[in-house]
């Protein structure tokens, strides 16, 4: 079966600072990865994806993400956070194929400091 | 990216009524849409798969007679609520995938906040 855990429900950054964002991932077979972002009252925008493609995936708004397999993380980063980046980012997993559910971890909540 | 919709974003309702959420793809075909519930504060937890011409995969411990799913074309899945409770109020959120693209991301509506009195 696959899962997904995010360690830290709520993360505190400076403006300016690195951003890190961690997802450790659970999957019998080659997952693929995704990383979501949520605004207040809206639905879910596609940061990145990893499809087992290169290991090192870039995505919008100047974020990224590491497929480590020895690790099974998909830890998220940005060097240097904005203050439009505080929202509810969410990874979430799914056995590869076009079909399957996603399965999504229990969210990680970032908040920007001026 | 694909584009889903959903339709309505609010509604309130009284208890003992029935809601219906409209989810559509606008620029792809959906054979399998996800009907997801979002708790305040909790992550997304996935309610059903909704199977374009044939029945709804419900998720264990999801009331397959309190929430109706139908999925008559390829690009609307809906959602009914039926004889809403207090605690049917959520965040509902649909998503689908684009089988075209096969990159197995999926396609997120703009959610619809039940609030049910």
């Known amino acids: 079966a696959q899962s997904v855990t995010q360690l830290g429900s709520h993360v505190s950054v400076s403006e300016g600072a690195l951003v890190l964002l961690r997802c450790n991932y659970s999957s019998s077979v080659p997952p693929y990865l995704f990383w979501y972002v949520q605004y207040p009252n809206q639905g879910l925008q596609l940061l990145l994806k990893y499809t087992s493609a290169a290991t090192l995936v870039k995505g919008i708004n100047g974020f990224e993400a590491e497929f480590k397999k020895s690790e099974t993380s998909f830890h998220l980063t940005k060097p240097s956070a904005h203050m439009s980046d505080a929202a509810e980012y969410f990874c979430a997993v799914t056995p590869g194929g076009a079909t399957n559910k996603l399965i999504f971890g229990t969210g990680t909540l970032l908040a920007v400091q001026p | 990216g694909a584009v889903v919709s959903q339709h309505p974003s609010r509604v309130i309702c009284k208890s003992g009524t029935s809601v219906k959420i409209e989810c559509r793809s606008l620029d792809f075909q959906a054979t399998t849409m996800f009907w997801y519930r979002q708790f305040p504060k909790k992550s997304l937890m996935l309610m059903a798969t909704s199977n374009e011409g044939s029945k709804a995969t419900y998720e264990q411990g999801v009331e397959k007679d309190k929430f109706l799913i139908n999925h008559a074309s390829l690009t609307l899945s809906t959602l009914t609520v039926t004889s809403a409770h207090p605690e049917d109020s959520s965040f509902y959120i649909c998503?689908?995938?684009?089988?075209?693209?096969?990159?197995?991301?999926?396609?997120f509506g703009e959610g619809s906040r039940l609030t049910v009195l």
């Open positions: 998503s689908a995938r684009d089988l075209q693209r096969n990159t197995g991301e999926l396609f």
